[in-house]
């Protein structure tokens, strides 16, 4: 059984940090896209970043400069920092892997920017 599960978020202030975790069991990440979403309330979920084998990366224009995407395969583990947090990153943050049968994703994980 595929799972993603995804850790890490919480409260910061802004211009605070956070870094996300997300883990697969059952599933190798392996090279295939992953990434993050996010989706504020009353909001539709939008894209933040992605990561395509080790170093392809594409981000959000709204996080870009301040989130990093990266992954450990020996961990089977892939990362967000997010630095100079703002209150607009408010939001529920959801893991994926994108395989070609299907779309995995993870629980969510809230993270709240105090202002």
């Known amino acids: 059984q595929v799972q993603l599960v995804e850790s890490g978020g919480g409260l910061v202030q802004a211009g605070g940090s956070l870094k996300l975790s997300c883990a697969a069991s059952?599933?190798?990440?392996?090279?295939?896209?992953t990434g993050w979403y996010r989706q504020a309330p009353g909001k539709q979920r939008e894209s933040v970043a992605v990561?395509?084998?080790?170093?392809?990366?594409n981000y959000a224009d709204a996080v870009k400069g301040r989130f990093t995407i990266s992954r450990d395969n020996a961990k089977n583990t892939i990362y967000l920092q997010m630095n100079s947090l703002k209150p607009e990153d408010t939001a529920v943050y959801y893991c994926?892997?994108?395989?070609?049968?299907?779309?995995?994703w993870g629980q969510g994980t809230q993270v709240t920017v105090s202002s």
């Open positions: 990561i395509i084998g080790n170093s392809r990366t």
């Open positions: 059952g599933i190798i990440f392996s090279g295939n896209a």
């Open positions: 994926y892997l994108n395989l070609p049968w299907r779309t995995y």
